[in-house]
């Protein structure tokens, strides 16, 4: 079973991630990894934490020579901030006399609006909110784009893509353009020049000036990105047990991303207010090459079917609501007192939702790829490879699917 498994807090050394379940012989090299790190950390409206790291990935095992071994790969991202935090963040108690080294690290006492500061004092019994939000921070994310970098190096051996897009900052909403059964209807390359990972360039300035305004005010900003994710073989999850279904495994894989309050597949809510015949995909029959295959004209349900991929692009998109820290503080209570202060403030983005987007393609390429690898099987590449060759022939022969 393919696995990820990510480690480390925010200012401590370094984000770590192990993934398991990985074939032996897939190519994988740090220049993959650092590609996908280097994204995240793009994005206009994003704060002073990126200028201090330079996100580099060190692959500790499970790799010989840049090929994988089948073993567990764990992948380390340091923190260059950490050198600053040695004392607050030091895994050893610090010292309280005025001996060598002598520091003192104040606890952080005012919970946050919207982050998981209160929520987590409670649960673990702490009574500094630092041990709470140094893991609840999105920095966390790090680790899981580096995971998702392995999923994509591996689901591109099955002819599987996966990209994203912003199509929503604060109140600026882009045009939505692209046809979600045709992925080459959108320029992905103009999604990458976009300072903010918008296809739309008027809604690209549009959404650098309300963060501009959001920055001006103190406050911080949310927005909604989407996932395409195209060459998917029909057949992948199940409809006979609840927890098998993609389309749920994909929505939890995506809502865990922190931040993320709302994800749909597809049309997703706005196929609520619609008659069936308005939302449900009708199928057809294409001809080429004297050949003939059951395909469709429209993707309204974003390539899944009853929790199962049908063969059509799989599209998820995400609302995420607005950091919850910002230089002008919603009110809040010192824990240690129950006084009435003001929150936090913690040096924070104004908008984090172009990385976001990249944290989702992780996501769902981690989704997919475990989602393969439990339909084929194998701990070896190549005999996955030939599994999912064989299936793709048979649905070919018999006309359910066709890769284009």
Not at 72 to 79: G, Q
Not at 274 to 296: C, F, M, P, Y
Not at 299 to 323: D, F, S, W, Y
Request: hydrophobic residues 40%; contains cysteine.
């Amino acid at each position: 079973m393919l696995r990820i498994t990510t480690a480390g807090e925010s200012h401590g050394p370094g984000e770590i991630c192990v993934v398991t379940g990985v074939p032996a012989g897939l190519s994988l090299s740090r220049a993959d990894i650092d590609r996908e790190l280097a994204r995240r950390q793009q994005g206009y409206g994003r704060g002073g934490r990126m200028a201090i790291e330079q996100d580099r990935c060190r692959i500790l095992s499970g790799v010989r020579h840049g090929k994988t071994l089948g073993s567990p790969i764990s992948l380390l991202v340091e923190n260059r901030d950490y050198a600053n935090w040695r004392d607050a963040m030091g895994a050893e108690a610090p010292l309280t006399d005025q001996g060598v080294g002598w520091s003192v690290v104040r606890p952080v006492t005012l919970p946050r609006p919207g982050h998981a500061d209160l929520a987590g004092v409670a649960k673990y019994g702490h009574t500094d909110i630092r041990n709470v939000l140094e893991r609840a921070s999105a920095r966390e994310t790090v680790a899981r784009v580096a995971g998702g970098a392995v999923c994509k190096a591996l689901l591109r051996e099955f002819g599987v893509t996966i990209r994203a897009r912003v199509i929503r900052i604060g109140e600026v909403q882009a045009a939505l353009t692209g046809d979600f059964s045709d992925p080459t209807s959108v320029s992905w390359e103009a999604v990458e020049q976009s300072p903010v990972g918008c296809d739309d360039p008027d809604a690209s300035l549009a959404m650098c000036a309300a963060i501009d305004r959001a920055r001006t005010h103190g406050d911080s900003l949310g927005g909604v990105f989407e996932v395409w994710c195209w060459g998917v073989c029909p057949g992948l999850g199940s409809y006979t047990v609840m927890e098998d279904r993609l389309d749920a495994r994909l929505a939890a894989a995506v809502m865990s991303i922190p931040g993320v309050k709302g994800v749909e597949i597809g049309e997703g809510f706005r196929s609520a207010a619609l008659s069936g015949s308005e939302v449900h995909d009708a199928i057809g029959v294409s001809e080429a090459d004297g050949r003939r295959w059951i395909t469709r004209a429209t993707n309204r349900a974003g390539g899944l079917e009853g929790g199962v991929t049908n063969g059509q692009p799989i599209i998820v998109r995400a609302a995420m609501k607005p950091i919850p820290t910002m230089t002008r503080p919603l009110p809040s209570v010192d824990i240690s007192t129950l006084q009435a202060a003001q929150a936090h403030v913690e040096r924070s983005d104004i908008t984090a939702v172009p990385a976001a987007r990249v944290v989702g393609e992780a996501m769902v390429a981690y989704v997919v790829a475990a989602a393969y690898l439990e339909k084929f099987g194998g701990d070896y590449l190549e005999d996955v490879k030939a599994a999912v060759a064989m299936y793709e022939r048979r649905l070919a022969e018999q006309g359910l699917w066709r890769r284009l």
